[in-house]
């Protein structure tokens, strides 16, 4: 039963990764959603646990201490020109691998789910859909500085750590709710 569980694992961890990558870049490409609610930063469970969660991004090596916020900022300050125009800048995913960093990840989780993943137990829906653990994931691709064939391109590499989002482990979650948060995200442009 322990290579179903683990089987099961990796499964949801990769379906789950390519839901974020999916979603995140459609956001980050233009959509009107703010991208704060990717992150844990923006989560009541974790923001209020013991050990409240402050989501670190770091962009080109450089700490955005402002948080989901300044990095939204950062983007919309990508697309303007220096005469107020706005211009398409486009994040164009071109590969991402994704692992299990923790597989019991419990931090801000709810009571009821704290008790620890039986290996020899039959995958059941929270370890099936919603497992408890922590992933990194590495994106890798190319940004687009403009709308037409002949606008200046750059390689990006995005690494990310993401969370369980707790609110996906109800019954009835919110519709559109995010299966993952991110607790931590390193871009590069390289």
């Not at 999916?22 to 959603?33: A, F, M, P, T």
């Not at 940004?143 to 609110?167: C, Q, T």
């Amino acid at each position: 039963m322990a290579a179903a569980l683990r089987e099961a694992q990796l499964k949801a961890a990769s379906d789950g990764a390519k839901q974020f990558v999916d979603n995140y870049y459609i956001c980050l490409n233009g959509s009107s959603q703010p991208l704060r609610t990717f992150y844990a930063s923006s989560n009541a469970k974790y923001t209020s646990c013991a050990q409240p969660v402050t989501s670190d991004i770091t962009v080109n090596g450089a700490v955005l201490t402002g948080g989901p916020d300044e990095y939204e900022s950062m983007i919309k300050a990508q697309r303007q020109t220096p005469s107020g125009i706005e211009t398409k800048v486009r994040y164009e995913v071109e590969g991402w691998d994704v692992h299990i960093l923790n597989p019991d990840f419990t931090l801000a989780c709810p009571e009821n789910l704290l008790t620890p993943t039986d290996p020899d137990a039959k995958p059941d829906r929270r370890t099936k859909d919603n497992i408890k653990a922590s992933l990194l994931l590495q994106v890798t691709g190319m940004i687009s500085y403009g709308g037409d064939k002949e606008a200046p391109r750059s390689m990006f590499n995005d690494v990310f750590v993401l969370v369980p989002n707790w609110d996906t482990y109800v019954k009835n979650p919110a519709r559109h709710a995010r299966k993952w948060l991110v607790m931590s995200q390193n871009f590069r442009a390289l």
